[in-house]
């Protein structure tokens, strides 16, 4: 059993991405938004996830930031919702130490930082907040990372990044155990960059800390499988399963059901004991 703080996670674990959409500026589509929200986190949970990952502010390639207010109106009233109807660990997906603070505040116990906490104040509110925090690895920023992304060796250079980042963060006063490390993949790689990573992700978990991945419905699944992002649920899953038997722990996912199936398939193979029991 993998603990991170307070929060206990099975091996494998899913994470299940709840997007929290932009169209929730009336009142009445604040209310629909915080609805479809609660049933597809709901539906997750039933699915098997063991995290529901909230996120809103989007990090998609070429995307703008989004001002914190923005953010904050989207994401607390749907964790206040969820603490109260889904009995899982929830995680923010957010890089503002505003946006940290209050989330918790409001009944998340992880933060998930594409950023890994290198914004103006963010490691201080999570030295702060002590809760377990996902340091994710990027070239540039999502407006810019898929303009040319450049490494001489992408394992190399993303563990060498990651080891430096626990390690500041530890000196800052982070629990080492609170930490998780992510490879990032997307943010910043071209497709060869995130199959190099892919194949050589079992360096990362020398780091000596549970190591997150997020392939789901990326492009570059998509432009190996010669599909549509609406088509790469089975592409999703191969990855997820080449990712968890390298070592990675958690598996942010879409398809929730389908993920868990497949990684139960692999955790009794690999002899880790049966998925979620
Ligand atoms: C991640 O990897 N990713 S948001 C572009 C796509 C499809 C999906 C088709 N948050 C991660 O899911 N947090 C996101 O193009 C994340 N690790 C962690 N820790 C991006 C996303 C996506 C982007």
Avoid: W
Avoid at 57 to 66: L, M, Q, Y
Avoid at 177 to 182: K, N, T
């Amino acid at each position: 059993m993998l603990h991170l703080g307070p929060v206990k996670l099975d091996s494998p674990a899913v994470m299940g991405v709840l997007n929290v959409t932009p169209d929730s500026f009336s009142d009445g589509g604040r209310y629909l938004t915080i609805d479809v929200a609660l049933q597809h986190a709901q539906q997750m949970a039933e699915q098997g996830a063991a995290i529901i990952d909230v996120g809103g502010e989007s990090t998609r390639p070429g995307a703008r930031a989004v001002n914190e207010q923005e953010e904050l109106d989207r994401v607390v009233p749907v964790i206040e919702a969820l603490r109260r109807v889904v009995d899982l660990p929830i995680s923010i997906d957010t890089s503002k130490p505003g946006v940290m603070r209050a989330a918790v505040a409001a009944g998340a116990s992880i933060i998930n930082d594409v950023y890994a906490l290198q914004a103006n104040g963010a490691l201080q509110a999570a030295v702060e907040l002590q809760q377990p925090v996902c340091l994710m690895h990027m070239q540039g920023e999502p407006r810019t990372m898929q303009n040319k992304p450049q490494y001489d060796d992408v394992v190399a250079e993303v563990t060498q990044f990651l080891r430096e980042r626990v390690a500041q963060c530890v000196q800052a006063g982070l629990g080492k155990g609170l930490i998780i490390v992510d490879p990032g993949f997307g943010f910043g790689k071209t497709p060869a960059h995130n199959v190099e990573l892919l194949a050589g992700l079992g360096r990362l978990t020398e780091i000596g800390v549970p190591v997150l991945v997020g392939l789901s419905r990326k492009s570059t699944l998509g432009k190996i499988a010669g599909k549509d992002v609406s088509q790469l649920m089975p592409a999703s899953i191969a990855a997820a399963v080449l990712a968890f038997q390298q070592g990675a722990q958690i598996i942010r996912a879409h398809d929730v059901a389908e993920t868990v199936d497949a990684l139960r398939v692999a955790a009794a193979v690999m002899n880790t004991g049966s998925f979620n029991d």
